[in-house]
């Protein structure tokens, strides 16, 4: 499949300094929720790279209903309907403790964590060398924002996906690996 993550879009526009990319910077730079105008900007231009025959997975995006609703405008337009929503079902507490744990390279990106995956020498990236931080927004502080604004504007995607007999429920706890295969089979099951 075809992976299109918009955090990975994002980056990508900004560093390019695309029209979108540029114009997202300025909210970002700001402090300020980059608007869906330009989100689903970024999508409609990847959709329109998808080759015209292979499936696509899109991770990170939609996050609110308004974004399933444009969504489902631009997969219209191509000709291309969702197959399926899927929920990675993990409890709160899990959760947090995934969060606050997790150290990203500021070199080549590679994720880690403190107790589940950490890097050989504490700070230093096995990859690359690079120097292994916390991210912004996986401090204490701001993740409990970032989960008010999970249960406010994210959750009742849930429901939308459910109501339309596209959402599939996936048991995110344990081993990543363990997660990954269960996601292979609900991805491969026929619906
Ligand atoms: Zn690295």
Same mark, same amino acid.
């Given at each position: 499949?075809?992976?299109i993550s918009?955090?990975?879009?994002?980056?990508d526009?900004?560093? !390019? !300094?695309? %029209?979108?990319g540029?114009? =997202?910077?300025?909210?970002?730079? =700001?402090?300020?929720?980059v608007?869906?105008s330009?989100?689903?900007?970024?999508?409609?231009e =990847?959709? +329109?790279r998808? $080759?015209p025959?292979?499936?696509?997975?899109l991770?990170?995006?939609?996050?609110?209903? =308004?974004?399933a609703?444009?969504? *489902?405008?631009?997969?219209? *337009?191509?000709?291309?309907?969702l197959? /399926? +929503?899927?929920f990675i079902e993990?409890?709160?507490?899990?959760?947090?403790? /995934?969060?606050t744990g997790?150290?990203v390279c500021?070199?080549?990106g590679?994720?880690?964590? &403190?107790? $589940?995956k %950490?890097?050989k020498? #504490?700070g230093?990236?096995?990859?690359?060398?690079?120097?292994?931080?916390q991210?912004?927004?996986?401090?204490?502080?701001?993740?409990?924002?970032?989960l008010?604004?999970y249960?406010q504007?994210?959750?009742?995607?849930?429901?939308?996906? +459910?109501?339309?007999?596209? &959402?599939?429920?996936v048991?995110?706890?344990g *081993? #990543?690996?363990?997660v990954? #295969?269960?996601? !292979?089979?609900?991805?491969?099951e026929? /619906?």
């Amino acid at each position: 499949m075809q992976h299109i993550s918009t955090g990975d879009l994002f980056r990508d526009a900004m560093k !390019q !300094q695309t %029209p979108l990319g540029v114009e =997202a910077k300025r909210f970002v730079d =700001a402090g300020q929720l980059v608007p869906d105008s330009v989100t689903v900007g970024m999508v409609r231009e =990847a959709l +329109a790279r998808l $080759s015209p025959s292979g499936e696509f997975i899109l991770d990170g995006f939609p996050r609110t209903v =308004a974004q399933a609703t444009a969504l *489902e405008s631009l997969l219209s *337009e191509i000709g291309r309907p969702l197959g /399926r +929503a899927v929920f990675i079902e993990v409890p709160r507490e899990e959760l947090l403790g /995934r969060l606050t744990g997790r150290r990203v390279c500021t070199g080549c990106g590679a994720v880690y964590h &403190l107790q $589940s995956k %950490p890097s050989k020498v #504490a700070g230093v990236c096995d990859l690359c060398g690079g120097t292994v931080v916390q991210r912004k927004d996986d401090s204490q502080a701001v993740i409990g924002t970032r989960l008010t604004a999970y249960d406010q504007s994210t959750a009742p995607l849930k429901d939308h996906y +459910a109501k339309q007999g596209l &959402l599939k429920v996936v048991d995110g706890l344990g *081993e #990543a690996s363990d997660v990954f #295969a269960r996601m !292979q089979t609900c991805l491969l099951e026929s /619906r």
